[in-house]
């Protein structure tokens, strides 16, 4: 399993409100046309879950939360992030707006700043908060002891202990943005950045390793220890786009010497479980597809190729009786076409995407730490995330998917 279940005590009533506290409570109706939907979910995101750059995950708001969105299960913010960067690139490719590109460039600057508060060249966080002192969320919500007081940039704190589905994530929303989006100027930050994140692991023997020298719970890549095929399907992905960014030698002859002395292609054949069922996981299924989006396009060789598709083909045996409940759902089918030159999106998939919707606002109980040691239940409203739809929407805009008018 890629991450461990956030740990916390939050007792759910899920009811839709609007909520005083929030810079924006316009919400989209059911019916409104997909582009008004995504629109106005977008809006909803870059008012209340934006955070010097970077996307709050899920966002509590007062009186458990704060006025500033702060609050909340963060272990993902750094990859909602990466993936808003690729759907903005996508949308800037697709329509040329200059806002797009502006929302992109502000984006990665919130990426850079996850690298920058560690004070580590090439670790970043999963997230920062500007605080000087924690908050209560850091205490029930992934691992309290990767909360951070930052030394680079007094009165931040940040979380740690990044794991390999945010290596995909970074590698994946930077790359895109660097193919799509950015001007020369950022296109040296984006590759600088990439050079500094990936070229830490290569130093490290294919390891993830946190601001303290110690290899992180899931960053495992290494030749030398166990690791499961997804593992090896990343690491390759993520030197393949290296050498692709970067153009330095370095991240071309690791890449060959993980295939050549051992077999990490072959590996990555098994990428996808299949059996039990039990044991297949969605988030498994979508760092693959961000893998494949990047090898897939930047390999040459035709042997690679043909085992990077076996490998993509054992998921599509899954992807192609998909019932679309999750928007990216969607988006697997659209990369698949786009990848293989397969017709696959049918009309099934099509009405699934132009019936995409964000999230809904809840209101929940959560049981917040008070400064004795107890536990006080206050009631609050939250949202999540709409990244998938987001992604899947300006994807499938950009690919010739989902019209415009839609």
Not at 48 to 70: C, S
Not at 75 to 93: F, I, N, P, R
Request: charged letters at 25%; proline letters at 4%; hydrophobic letters at 40%.
């Amino acid at each position: 399993m890629k991450r461990m279940q956030s740990v916390f005590s939050v007792c759910f009533v899920v009811l839709v409100f609007s909520a005083n506290a929030q810079k924006n409570n316009l919400f989209p109706k059911k019916d409104d046309p997909l582009h008004v939907r995504v629109e106005m979910f977008d809006q909803l995101m870059r008012d209340n879950h934006w955070n010097e750059g970077v996307f709050m995950q899920q966002v509590i708001f007062p009186p458990a939360g704060l006025e500033k969105p702060l609050v909340g299960s963060q272990e993902d913010v750094c990859g909602v992030t990466a993936e808003y960067l690729a759907g903005y690139s996508h949308m800037y490719h697709a329509t040329k707006d200059p806002k797009a590109r502006e929302y992109a460039d502000k984006v990665f600057a919130g990426i850079e700043q996850l690298e920058r508060v560690t004070g580590v060249p090439g670790v970043v966080a999963r997230s920062f908060n500007k605080t000087d002192k924690p908050l209560w969320h850091e205490q029930v919500y992934f691992f309290s002891t990767e909360w951070h007081a930052s030394k680079s940039m007094p009165g931040y704190r940040w979380q740690g202990d990044l794991s390999s589905d945010k290596f995909v994530d970074l590698c994946y929303g930077v790359s895109t943005y660097f193919d799509l989006c950015a001007d020369d100027e950022h296109k040296a930050r984006a590759a600088a950045f990439i050079d500094r994140f990936v070229g830490r692991c290569l130093d490290h023997n294919f390891k993830l390793v946190d601001y303290d020298g110690k290899m992180t719970l899931w960053g495992n890549f290494c030749p030398d220890l166990p690791h499961e095929p997804l593992n090896a399907l990343e690491m390759l992905a993520g030197l393949r786009t290296a050498y692709h960014m970067t153009g330095k030698p370095r991240y071309l002859s690791s890449y060959q010497m993980l295939i050549e002395r051992y077999h990490y292609d072959e590996q990555a054949m098994f990428a996808k479980v299949l059996f039990p069922k039990e044991w297949t996981v969605p988030w498994d299924d979508h760092l693959a597809a961000k893998s494949y989006w990047q090898l897939l396009r930047y390999e040459t060789d035709p042997l690679l190729l043909n085992r990077y598709r076996t490998a993509m083909n054992r998921h599509w045996w899954d992807w192609k009786n998909s019932d679309f409940k999750r928007d990216i759902e969607i988006w697997y089918h659209m990369l698949y076409q786009v990848l293989t030159g397969e017709q696959v999106v049918g009309e099934k998939c099509l009405d699934a995407a132009k019936g995409m919707w964000g999230f809904d606002r809840v209101k929940g109980t959560f049981n917040v730490p008070q400064e004795d040691g107890t536990m006080k239940k206050i009631e609050s409203e939250l949202e999540e995330n709409s990244t998938d739809m987001f992604v899947t929407y300006w994807f499938g805009r950009d690919l010739g998917f989902i019209d415009a008018e839609w």
